[in-house]
């Protein structure tokens, strides 16, 4: 896979074994099970079964659900089941930001000081701490 951008890396920024895990499971699952196209149509509600998964990663840590958590989602884009389905590309202000560990904080606060001084366009040291 060649990525257009170089700043996403492999090994760093994007897990192709992960991808490689989603795309294994649906070709077991299509053998199992037949064609998604009609189970999703027909039979399936993808967003319930990625949260049963999800909820099975958070009980026991076996990542593999997260795979399938990831051919939920896909399945859900790919034939989608809510009403207002659409795709719009959306900027930086309308994402929720993302959640911080320690505190469980939405923030949109870069991953270094660095980045965040370069993301904010002060010079070097102005934000000496994460959220400053």
Not at 14 to 19: E, I
Request: glycine fraction near 8%; proline fraction near 4%.
């Amino acid at each position: 896979m060649k990525f257009k951008d170089e700043t996403l890396k492999s090994n760093t920024e994007f897990s192709l074994p992960f991808v490689q895990g989603m795309a294994d499971r649906m070709a077991v699952s299509n053998a199992k099970y037949g064609d998604v196209t009609d189970a999703a149509v027909k039979k399936l509600d993808p967003l319930a079964n990625l949260q049963v998964r999800l909820q099975k990663y958070r009980d026991t840590g076996n990542t593999e659900w997260l795979m399938d958590v990831g051919n939920c989602a896909m399945i859900e884009f790919m034939f989608p089941q809510h009403p207002n389905a659409h795709f719009r590309a959306t900027s930086a202000a309308e994402s929720p930001g993302r959640s911080l560990r320690e505190t469980g904080e939405l923030t949109a606060v870069a991953n270094t000081h660095e980045e965040e001084n370069r993301r904010r366009g002060a010079g070097i040291g102005v934000y000496k701490r994460g959220g400053d």
